[in-house]
């Protein structure tokens, strides 16, 4: 059985940093690609943050220079560092664990949410 565990938002001011933690399971963690996405009412899912099996990052334009994705494989964990936070990153935070190449697979976490608010 296959578990995402995301861990780590809540309420934080403008400018505040939080680490969001998503702990996996039921896979080999080691050979997955995995990413954060967020997403907030009435908008599609959009990826963040990606990190490859060999630990190669993605950031998208919006979060570059704030967010950092990091993994952890002796802990089956990939993390998101967000720094500088804006109103505009509060969102749903999800964790997303792939594997492109046989045997494929997609998986997602639950969700947290982190709001940025005064």
């Known amino acids: 059985q296959v578990q995402l565990v995301e861990s780590g938002g809540g309420l934080v001011q403008p400018g505040g940093s939080l680490r969001l933690s998503c702990a996996a399971s039921?896979?080999?963690?080691?050979?997955?690609?995995m990413d954060w996405y967020r997403q907030t009412p009435g908008k599609e899912r959009e990826l963040v943050a990606g990190?490859?099996?060999?630990?190669?990052?993605t950031i998208v334009d919006s979060v570059k220079g704030r967010f950092t994705i990091s993994r952890d494989n002796a802990k089956n964990t990939v993390y998101l560092q967000m720094n500088s936070l804006k109103p505009e990153d509060t969102a749903v935070y999800y964790c997303?664990?792939?594997?492109?190449?046989?045997?494929?697979?997609?998986?997602w976490g639950q969700g947290t949410q982190v709001t940025v608010s005064s």
């Open positions: 997303n664990a792939r594997r492109p190449t046989t045997p494929r697979y997609d998986y």
């Open positions: 039921g896979i080999i963690f080691s050979g997955a690609a």
């Open positions: 990190i490859s099996n060999i630990g190669t990052t």
